[in-house]
């Protein structure tokens, strides 16, 4: 179903509109009460049946509970009498009635609008957008989240590149899983994370994205820059799809990851599900000495997986990027916890040659310099909130030998940077007050101006192209 106005399909707009005939039927003249009632129960009956049909959502379950309860109420208009009216309750008796289908039908629509089907902004560069998920084993590192000594760190990977248009592209990838059934997994997993209800995460379960799966890459181009991601903590790797998407159509390849133990849940090739172990303990010197630890295995990650990529373009390792991949041009990013990894894993990984972390706490117990420009965004810091914050990062930032931007955007809040604004209600604390799609689009702007520049060589005023966004700080 295409989501259309207050996030309806044009089925649920349908079932929304006879709802609403049926409630009104009481109340208009007498002329109009038998042909709106007739009128309203067929569109009622046969959008139910579209919907049945098509599949259900549960925001619109108030919207036709409410309507059949109005028809039950609206059915004695049809019944007429010789000579006179078709019988109806008094106005006092039915207006109880008619508040209660309405406030159904009202919760139905709230919920719809604030808990939509995930509409993905278009990519707006010109290469197509394909996808692909690689699992990665390191046989040097240890997985320190398990007790098996011959348990190796593994990751998983998603891979967004530049492809060939075409035909394929009617085969849209799903957003949070490669089948439907990894991607309820992942949904659940996510809203356990969260402590939420699992069926506030339906819809993007459903959701397909503009990438097509296993899309042969663009015939033109050479090699492509790199950009590795990682997620926020308990995060999951396809948490910044829109971002990615639009950087592969401007021709990057982005390689986003799913730390086991660490991101809500990973489904591996054997089968396994393995769900998040990290939780925060409330002692706030515990909490940073483990978020310490968290973010030093995602920096080893990060460079595990820039080996890896290196493997892969040389053919050492089969997949799709062979001889497509120029790892001498690589960014390490990351959201929040991500964020920091990213940072570190550039203080640790001269290979990486730019850092973006997306409103990302630095984590390294032991900062030191280190020669990669920095992009950070984040939101707007409200005075009192975590004071120590800016003056952290603004101290790694001056850790660099070359120039770091901050960028600070006015209305966004932590989650503005992800694809969070696409599917969650949107209320400033949670999501910003950009919008929908405002926060992706920002992000990916943002970072694609810094990218040409530190990765293409791109000429131009990056400080002024990046002061576009919001208030920039340079380093």
């Keep these: 179903m295409t989501a259309t106005i207050f996030g309806l399909s044009l089925a649920e707009l349908l079932a929304l509109a006879a709802a609403v005939v049926l409630l009104l039927a ?132 998603q891979l967004w590149y530049p492809a060939q248009g075409g035909p394929l592209a009617v085969r849209r990838a799903r ?61 999951v790797r396809t948490q910044n799809t829109a971002w990615a998407e639009e950087l592969a159509s401007r021709g990057y390849v982005v390689a986003a990851l799913d730390h086991p133990y660490d991101s809500a849940v990973v489904a591996l090739a054997d089968g396994r599900t393995i769900h998040t172990r990290l939780a925060a303990t409330g002692d706030p010197v515990q909490d940073e000495r483990l978020a310490a630890g968290w973010t030093a295995v995602r920096a080893a990650d990060l460079s595990f997986v820039l080996t890896q990529l290196g493997r892969l373009d040389r053919g050492e390792i089969p997949g799709l990027l062979t001889g497509r991949l120029d790892t001498r041009r690589a960014a390490a990013t990351g959201h929040s916890l991500g964020g920091a990894a990213a940072l570190q894993a550039a203080r640790q990984d001269p290979r990486f040659a730019a850092v973006i972390d997306l409103d990302g706490f630095p984590r390294d117990p032991a900062p ?25 990062l603004t101290r790694v930032l001056r ?16 989650l503005t940077f992800t694809d969070a604004p696409l599917y969650l209600p949107p209320l400033p604390a949670l999501v910003g007050s950009l919008g929908r799609t405002a926060g992706p689009r920002l992000t990916a702007a943002a970072t694609a101006a810094f990218l040409d520049a530190t990765l293409r060589g791109k000429p131009g005023d990056l400080a002024a192209a990046l002061s576009r966004y919001g208030h920039l700080t340079v380093q």
């Design 175 to 235: 957003y949070l899983g490669r089948t439907a059934q990894e991607a309820r997994l992942v949904a659940r997993g996510e809203a356990d994370y969260l402590g939420i209800p699992g069926f506030m995460l339906d819809e993007p379960a459903r959701a397909r994205t503009h990438s097509v799966s296993d899309a042969p890459v663009a015939g033109a181009g050479g090699g492509f820059p790199v950009v590795l991601f990682s997620p926020g903590l308990g995060g």
């Design 399 to 414: 850790l660099s030998t070359a120039t770091g931007y901050r960028l600070t955007v006015p209305g966004a809040a932590h």
């Design 26 to 157: 009481r109340w208009l003249p007498p002329d109009a009460r038998r042909p709106s009632t007739l009128a309203g129960a067929a569109v009622l009956a046969v959008s139910t049946v579209a919907l049945v049909v098509l599949g259900i959502r549960w925001q619109l379950v108030p919207v036709l509970a409410g309507g059949a309860i109005a028809l039950v109420f609206a059915t004695p208009l049809l019944r007429r009498r010789a000579g006179r009216p078709a019988r109806r309750a008094r106005w006092w008796l039915a207006l109880p009635g008619s508040v209660a289908c309405l406030a159904l039908i009202l919760a139905g629509v709230a919920a719809a609008w604030a808990l939509p089907l995930p509409v993905f902004p278009k990519p707006s560069g010109v290469y197509a957008v394909g996808t692909t998920v690689v699992q990665w084993t390191d046989p040097d590192r240890a997985e320190i989240a398990t007790s098996r000594p011959d348990d190796k760190r593994t990751v998983v990977v």
């Design 368 to 392: 030191r310099s280190f020669h990669q420009p920095v992009l950070a965004l984040t939101h707007d810091v409200k005075p009192g909130e975590n004071p120590d914050y800016i003056p952290r």
